[in-house]
């Protein structure tokens, strides 16, 4: 196909390539649109309730998040909180299908779960770090790969910020800064900044936060099964 493309300089040859591009894209698998919630609180482990091994205390699932989120070591001094998590592609993950290829982010909303968080106009600051994963789509491979060093405040160099919803995900449009990131990463950091570095924060009560819920939409191919033909390629001998 690359050959094809390079001697292709004639408009007649041109128009050959085209054609069969074309034609060679109607027999592959097309991506599919998906949407799929993801619990922070989930992502952290926090599935049922627990009991305190010193206090006897039991704790529901919101109760334990609060207890995590609010940690010395997710603080940063300046009135935000970090959270970091990660989201991979094993059976029985509860989040990506096994059965599709090429998973990648095309949109993005969030929402805070909790009361006294003020308006739907919070603001969240979610990075993708480290080594994301992409299945082939043979299905017999995971391709794995590096964003490098982090560059944007130490945060990553896939930044997206975000407007987010109390109970709901407001009104604010789908956010695109993630488009084409693989759903499967190494690490996500997601960031509340505290009330100087995003003003519409300053009516969201930490203390009363008890999950943060991602919507990801995704795209998608189906992996090709024994019953997927090769791809046909002739055509492009019309091209040489």
Known sequence: MTKAALVARSAKQMSAL???????????????????????????????????????ETLNEAQQFQ?????????????????????????????????????RITGLRAQLVGTFLGDDEAQL???????????DCTGQNLTTWSLGSDVVEGLGNSVSVVQAGVNGFGKAAVNTSLWGQSVARAQWMLTI???????????????ELQDIVLEVTHEARPIKGSQWSPLDLSCLGQVM
């Open 193 to 207: 900044p505290g009330a100087n570095a995003a003003p519409t924060n300053r009516d969201l009560k930490l203390t």
């Open 18 to 56: 085209k054609g069969c591009l074309l034609s060679v894209a109607k027999t592959a698998s097309t991506p599919q649109s998906y949407t799929r919630l993801v619990s922070v609180r989930k992502m952290l482990g926090i599935t049922s309730p627990r009991t305190d091994t010193c206090t006897g």
């Open 67 to 103: 207890r995590v989120l609010l940690q010395n070591a997710n603080l940063d001094g300046k009135g935000g909180v970090a959270l970091r998590f990660a989201t991979d592609l094993r059976p029985g993950n509860d989040l990506w299908s096994t059965d599709v290829c090429d998973d």
């Open 125 to 135: 600051n979610l990075a993708l770090i480290g080594t994301a994963i992409l299945r």
